[in-house]
């Protein structure tokens, strides 16, 4: 059953809004059963919208049983059927699940690190702000050197009149005027350095904290286990669906204790804590919802306008629910729902039966059963109405917030609404939350449709290849079975089984009725040829076909033993980068389809309905989930690197973020830092207690001779310039090692393009070719060897037998 998803349309209001006349007098006007009519009206229009979708989708549902099918390892039902008449092989050797679990496990590993965010937010007037400081700051250098410039002028002339009476002048009263004014600019460039450089600082600080409120509240609704659930469904058919920012569609569980009263029935306060004192047994308190999260959709259930291909182009969207008489129950819990409404449908039985989708997914999975009885299809629609059906369903609903907001609407304007209706009943009905009027669903496809919403999973990509991979494996199986024995012809008037069993076993006795002839013979023995080597040849062709057309490579899966060798040919890490260049326009799609709007949304949310002001302000989203794609073997050879050649140098050293590098370090390794480095405040207390104790060693005299440490550090220093010189040395020789490697591996698959070789039989080429010389080589030190014994022989009178 699908939970259901709900969400509060309007903030709590603290004052009462006055009663709307005009309301209440057009609602008394038309009555109770007029009232009624028109919500079933509106229900059955926004019903035949539905149903109308549900129609156009049968197509992708049946893709999708296909899709499933070949993800678990089962044939449709009539190629099942076909084989068992043909009493042919059904094996089903599965190349798509390996596939599929690969790419998603992937995407999850590159969008979702267990060390950083895929996500950030910026102060949007960040950069212009900070050129405007950077302005400010060299305005107030220069004027800062004219007005000392202007200084020294004036000091030079008064100097002069003291060495040199006779010639005593006046000082000049303009320029000490323009020094003095230059003063006065400089500090007034500077107070307003300063002024600029608050309200950078203040908007950085007002942006973390709107970032730590968002990274709260998505690890509060398990976000980034609903992002890995949504990129399985998109792996597995082709489209995964979350919903969000919504609040009161879950109550929330806490154990309490009961508060401490006064004699005023109020709660007493802890003098020492500031907390209301409490005392008896824990309660469990159910409390409604009030922070926003994000909700995994099922695709089942979700039916977007067939008409557009993107979701934020669509006109509104209907999910349906389907709910028993438990679930339905349940809904009077959450906010706005109408409880009369939920009665009436619970006195009367569900007449709607399961979808059909149900009972094939069972099957699929080995239960050959579907849902026992009908359910409720509870309906929810998010999108915009047109103003009558808006102002109907506001005076049947008895909401005049929502009367209001059509009551002169003007037709350019669009008023979006939220509606759950059932079985001609409306349970809910409420304008639509958010402002922005932003869809509140994200899609994700790992292949996109140019026509529809919905795109292709890995299962559909690899479909021809699969069904062709089994193919043979089937023919070369049914191949074996009969070739496995030869085909016995026996003519029955000749001869008889002495047993009186026609089978063939070994040492069996036959009777000849007829006698035996060389023309004649009573058997015949017929060989059925075995085909196995050509159809491996199929079956190889295919996987290797599989690994092209699913654009994951066996080294993207992991597997050691087609892990590439540290040849002349490329590295393991270089192949590993290559291969990463594959997913990385798909996880660029997931950041603009899933990240960007979600994240956006959410800020969207705590800018409108958030009581916190100090989080609010103009902040631009971004999402960083490609990025992480780096090779981080690479990335932390590069940090360790740095580390060990920077680190301790005394020019470059100082200017080192230690702290940072050494998270990076971790973070590159895949470790997180939090759990393995002090904090700050730790760190800092660690050095001064190592600072303390050298300033303690100095003043008891341990601290060495001065020009003996000055000795000291310029030997190192040269010690460290020396192993600078060699270490880059040593880099420059590995970058043109590996640089000639690439011309290697360019010119190879150039001459393999040309000529249509294999790269593997260029490798196996170049070996012969480098055996032939080191035999070469090894016949030429013979020789030498032998020639230079041939004159120590002859000196010696040696001679050969």
């Known amino acids: ?7 509060q349309s309007q903030p709590v209001q603290s004052e009462q809004q006055p009663p709307n006349t005009q309301f209440e007098d057009e609602r008394a006007a038309m009555g109770g059963e007029s009232i009624k009519q028109a919500m079933r009206a509106v229900v059955g229009e926004l ?99 004219q007005a000392m410039q202007a200084q020294q002028q004036a000091s030079a002339q008064s100097q002069e009149g003291q060495q040199d009476p006779a010639q005593q002048q006046q000082p000049d009263p303009a320029k000490q005027q323009q020094a003095q004014a230059l003063q006065q600019q400089a500090q007034a460039a500077k107070e307003a350095l300063a002024k600029l450089n608050a309200v950078l600082e203040e908007g950085r600080r007002r942006c973390d904290l709107m970032a730590e409120t968002i990274d709260d509240q998505l690890t509060e609704c398990g976000y980034q286990s609903i992002s890995r659930d949504q990129i399985d469904w998109a792996m597995k058919i082709g489209t995964g669906v979350v919903k969000g920012p919504i609040t009161g569609d879950r109550m929330r569980r806490g154990w309490k204790q009961r508060p401490v009263l006064d004699a005023n029935k109020k709660p007493i306060v802890d003098e020492v804590t500031g907390q209301p004192k409490t005392e008896g047994p824990h309660y469990l308190d159910m409390a409604e919802g009030d922070q926003p999260g994000y909700r995994l959709v099922d695709p089942w259930g979700f039916f977007p306008d067939m008409d557009v291909a993107k979701i934020e182009d669509g006109n509104g969207v209907f999910e349906r629910h389907l709910m028993n008489t438990k ?31 149900i009972s094939q ?46 009551a002169d609407v003007d037709p350019l304007s669009q008023v979006n609404a939220c509606v759950w209706f059932c079985e001609n009943e409306v349970l809910k009905f409420a304008l639509y939350p958010y402002d922005s009027g932003e869809c509140m669903y994200s899609v994700f496809n790992l292949v996109k449709d140019e026509s529809c919403v919905f795109g292709y ?121 290559s291969a990463n260049v594959v997913f990385r326009d798909g996880i660029k799609n997931f950041d603009d389809d899933v990240t960007v709007p979600n994240i956006r949304r959410l800020y969207d949310w705590n800018m409108q309905f958030s009581p916190n002001a100090e989080i609010k302000g103009d902040y631009d989203v971004k999402a960083t989930g490609s990025s992480v794609l780096l090779v981080r073997e690479l990335q932390a050879q590069s940090l360790m690197a740095i580390a060990m050649n920077f680190g301790g140098h005394p020019v470059y050293g100082p200017m080192l973020k230690n702290r940072d590098l050494l998270r990076k370090i971790f973070q590159a390794h895949m470790i997180p830092a939090d759990e393995v480095m002090l904090s700050d405040e730790q760190i800092d207390a660690v050095l001064a207690i190592a600072a303390k104790q050298a300033e303690e060693d100095a003043k008891a005299g341990t601290k060495a001779d001065n020009s003996l440490q000055l000795a000291q550090i310029q030997m190192q220093i040269e010690e460290t310039k020396a192993n600078n010189q060699i270490q880059l040395a040593n880099m420059k020789h590995d970058y043109d090692l590996k640089l000639e490697g690439m011309r290697r591996d360019t010119a190879m698959m150039e001459l393999a393009g040309k000529s249509n070789i294999d790269l593997e039989k260029i490798r196996a080429m170049l070996e012969a070719k480098q055996m032939d010389v080191q035999s070469s080589e090894r016949k030429l030190a013979v020789e030498a060897a032998v020639t230079a014994q041939q004159p120590h022989q002859e000196q010696h009178g040696g001679g050969t037998l």
Do not use: C
Request: aromatic content about 8%; hydrophobic content about 40%.
């Open 361 to 406: 997914l069972r099957n699929i999975r080995g239960e050959a059963q579907g849902i026992s009885g009908n359910v409720y299809h509870v309906w929810e629609y998010n999108g915009p109405l047109e103003p009558e059906q808006m102002r109907l369903l506001s005076l049947a609903m008895n909401n005049p917030v929502a009367y209001e907001a059509v």
């Open 47 to 145: 019903q035949s919208e539905a149903n109308r979708r549900v129609g156009l989708r049968q197509a992708i549902e049946t893709r999708w049983i296909e899709d499933l099918e070949q993800y678990h390892s089962k044939y449709d039902s009539e190629t099942e059927k076909n084989l068992v008449a043909e009493e042919r092989s059904r094996l089903f050797i599965n190349l798509t699940r390996p596939k599929t679990n690969a790419m998603g496990a992937r995407f999850k590993d590159l969008l979702f690190p267990t060390d950083e965010k895929n996500w950030g937010i910026k102060p949007t007037p960040v950069p212009r702000l900070t050129e405007q400081a950077e302005k400010a700051a060299s305005m107030v250098r220069e004027l800062e050197q």
């Open 457 to 577: 999973g890995m299962p559909s990509i690899l479909r021809d290849l699969q069904s062709a991979f089994n193919a043979a494996w089937r023919t070369m199986m049914d191949n074996a079975g009969i070739s496995s024995g030869p085909q016995v012809v026996v003519d029955t008037t000749t001869i008889e089984p002495a047993d009186g069993d026609w089978k063939i076993r070994a040492r069996k006795i036959w009777h000849a009725a007829k006698g035996i002839t060389k023309e004649n013979p009573p058997f015949q023995i017929f060989e059925i040829q075995n085909n196995q080597a050509e159809l491996m040849n199929i079956i190889i062709l295919a996987e290797r076909l599989t690994d092209l057309v699913s654009t994951i490579p066996q080294i993207a899966q992991g597997e050691p033993g087609t892990m590439p060798k540290n040849t002349p040919f490329g590295t393991t890490v270089l192949s590993m980068n």
């Open 327 to 357: 679930k339905l129950r349940e809904l009077q819990k959450l906010p706005n729902f109408d409880v009369d409404a939920l009665r009436r449908l619970l006195r009367s039985q569900p007449i709607s039966n399961a979808p059909a989708y």
């Open 1 to 7: 059953m699908a939970e259901p998803f709900a969400y």
